[in-house]
């Protein structure tokens, strides 16, 4: 009886090393787990990201959100910034423009001042009713390149380092801390200041 309990467990074993090997992503020498791979990868949560993503979805490709904070969009929540512009309204897409008028709470003038309990539990039911998937607290610090194309990105989070396996990645962070950490040049827009 011993040896076929040891069979099976040299049998689980290798079935695990086989996985990892399969789903694990070498960053600075160390394996870090893969939480996810998407056909397309949104790194940051503002409100045009989280759009993006249920467009993506929407249109059959396996897509992931994933926001450095814990609650979306990233623009109005972390900037404490509770309102939209009117001309900023006026201008958005249709859908954006649909879902802000649908969370305001009352107008100030040229602003609008929003409910941000509609505006965050609204954005999680658009992007999960698409099916897309969305992961909050990753900061990204790396990638995985293939040439010169990113095929996993890799994340710090409470529990450590993951990764996500991407075919596209958008990034939609302020700082385009995607296109920095694969190498990219980045500059200042003109309207920067």
Not at 63 to 77: F, K, Q, R, Y
Not at 79 to 108: H, I, M, N
Not at 156 to 178: F, P, R, Y
Request: with cysteine.
């Amino acid at each position: 009886m011993a040896p076929l309990c040891a069979e099976a467990e040299n049998s689980i074993v290798e079935s695990r090393k086989s996985l990892s090997l399969a789903y694990d992503v070498v960053f600075e020498g160390r394996k870090i787990p893969v939480i996810k791979s998407a056909d397309v990868l949104v790194v940051g949560s503002t409100l045009d990201a989280c759009f993006l993503t249920s467009k993506f979805a929407k249109d059959g490709r396996s897509a992931v959100l994933a926001s450095a904070g814990t609650s979306l969009p990233h623009e109005l929540i972390m900037c404490q910034r509770p309102w939209v512009k009117r001309s900023r309204l006026d201008s958005s897409y249709a859908k954006v423009k649909e879902f802000l008028t649908r969370c305001v709470r009352r107008q100030a003038g040229d602003d609008y001042l929003l409910d941000m309990i509609k505006v965050t539990e609204g954005l999680e039911d658009l992007l999960l009713d698409s099916g897309a998937s969305l992961f909050y607290d990753l900061f990204p610090c790396g990638v995985e390149l293939a040439g010169n194309r990113i095929t996993a990105v890799v994340f710090a989070c409470k529990g450590g380092l993951v990764a996500v396996k991407v075919g596209t990645v958008v990034d939609c962070t302020h700082d385009a801390v995607i296109v920095t950490l694969a190498g990219g040049e980045t500059r200042p827009r003109s309207s920067a200041g």
